[in-house]
């Protein structure tokens, strides 16, 4: 299936190539790679969670996926509290933009906070689940979404050169609580800018029974009559760290916020990436000014569903319209890029455009139209990639090492045999090996007496699962001699 996309590929290019406007326009195929650990991280009950991700690969002429390519990490949204990597709006701009010839991610982060001890009630559903113990709450979930959005990137700048990913043309964007951590992720670069309330705090209550059914209570145990809030660590985290030099050069904020100025206090030798920035003045739930999380949905709880407002334990945020004006009224120096709706909230629950019932059917906590913003960021990104192309120029029928090399594998996607060409191999081949994305050893050919050049292997991969894979190759005395990426049908 692969190879006959790429066929037809091949075959269009040169027609549409003059037409196709590069990181914009929707012109390639893409494989998926679902489910890829990246690492765990202790979460707000003290317990361990384990954290995937999605990729998506562009394909193209370059068979062997080892020309550099920007990356991007799309994050979804639920406040901290819910949402998870099939986000279905998340997966469509990973596929979307690995369409563009990015190599895409989308990403799971540690959800949840301590809820309150009150017995919160009304006629709302999951009313009871947005009330923390305290505002510090807030402030440690969103640091630790941040964390562990920093060990995603790092794990996939790590794998760099298998995914064929340019580490100097880096990309994060989000929706709502995933745009917090797109923000955090490219600007949370100091420890002057860690929010107070992630070193160690006192103790929180148990929480209300009412709020065990709550999506990020469901798999957790409450022991003893407190929670532990311990030093939540470093602003990096501590999963995959890296020695690979990156640059992020945009950040897509889709209706976000900060906890604070993340711009005033950049490091003198860090590039600033570029924001783009879409928000909604009627946004109910991040202001698009300052204000508290949720402030237009307490009003419309008070002004309606006869409800508590959620404003015992809020914290402020500082939306896109704030920070904008931070950039331009201190002169930090940032290219920001806005786009916001005229529609304001009328404080009004039944009558006009942004009301509280208005929103029930149109939410200003999203897009006015999607595919304009997704466009429009697309733009904004292209402008500042450096990247020349998305692939090597190739035919379809050379996809093979050139003669020069030691070894060269055929045919590249493979449904089922791979052959691996020994050619100018001086000591011989001693084994192969074949690893998956999770590092996994799936394949073994040794060879203990070594292997001349001009002989051809034959490996079955018929039993793998459709992805990507790495073939290393040693010689006769054990030292690794090349590490080849392939493709299986």
Not at 33 to 49: Q, S
Not at 107 to 127: A, E, K, M, Q
Not at 232 to 239: E, F, T
Not at 268 to 293: E, G, M, R, T
């Amino acid at each position: 299936m692969i190879k006959s996309i790429l066929l037809i590929l091949l075959g269009l290019l040169g027609l549409q190539e003059a037409k196709a406007q590069q990181w914009v326009d929707k012109q390639y195929q893409y494989d998926s790679l679902l489910n890829v650990f990246y690492g765990t991280a202790v979460n707000f009950n003290g317990d361990l969670d384990t954290l995937h991700m999605d990729i998506y690969l562009p394909i193209c002429e370059d068979i062997n996926l080892s020309s550099p390519k920007p990356l991007l990490i799309w994050i979804h949204g639920g406040a901290f509290l819910a949402g998870d990597k099939n986000d279905a709006s998340i997966q469509s701009l990973c596929k979307d933009f690995a369409k563009r010839g990015y190599v895409t991610a989308s990403i799971d982060y540690r959800l949840g906070f301590v809820s309150d001890d009150f017995p919160w009630s009304c006629n709302y559903p999951n009313y009871s689940c947005v009330f923390a113990t305290d505002s510090s709450e807030w402030a440690r979930a969103y640091y630790r979404a941040i964390q562990d959005g920093k060990g995603a990137l790092r794990f996939l700048i790590n794998r760099h050169e298998l995914f064929g990913i340019d580490t100097a043309n880096v990309f994060v964007a989000g929706e709502s609580a995933g745009a917090f951590v797109a923000l955090g992720i490219g600007l949370l670069d100091t420890i002057v800018e860690r929010p107070i309330q992630t070193f160690s705090i006192s103790n929180a209550p148990n929480p209300h029974s009412n709020t065990l059914d709550c999506l990020y209570n469901q798999e957790t145990e409450f022991t003893g009559t407190y929670v532990a809030r311990p030093d939540l660590g470093g602003i990096d985290g501590d999963i995959e760290p890296t020695n690979v030099n990156y640059t992020i050069k945009g950040i897509g904020n889709m209706f976000g916020a900060m906890l604070s100025d993340m711009l005033k206090h950049t490091p003198a030798n860090k590039p600033k990436p570029a924001i783009y920035s879409f928000h909604q003045p009627c946004d109910l739930v991040v202001s698009i000014d300052s204000n508290y999380v949720y402030w237009g949905l307490s009003w419309c709880f008070t002004n309606g569903y006869n409800c508590y407002g959620i404003t015992n334990n809020q914290i402020m945020l500082y939306g896109s319209r704030t920070f904008s004006a931070w950039n331009t009224n201190n002169g930090y120096g940032y290219v920001i890029q806005n786009e916001y709706t005229s529609t304001g909230f009328p404080y009004s629950f039944i009558f006009g455009q942004g009301s509280c019932l208005d929103q029930v059917s149109n939410p200003c906590h999203g897009y006015d139209n999607r595919n304009l913003r997704e466009t429009n960021l697309a733009l904004f990104f292209a402008n500042r990639i450096t990247t020349n192309s998305i692939c090597d120029t190739v035919s379809a029928t050379n996809v093979v090492s050139s003669a020069q090399e030691d070894l060269i594998i055929f045919p590249n996607p493979t449904s089922g045999i791979l052959n691996v060409a020994i050619k100018n191999l001086q000591a011989g081949l001693g084994s192969l090996e074949i690893f998956d994305l999770h590092g996994r050893k799936v394949v073994e050919v040794i060879q203990p007496d070594g292997i001349i050049p001009g002989t051809n292997i034959e490996v079955n991969v018929s039993h793998l699962a459709t992805g990507l894979y790495l073939l290393i190759a040693r010689d006769g005395n054990g030292r690794n001699i090349d590490d080849l990426k392939f493709v299986k049908e």
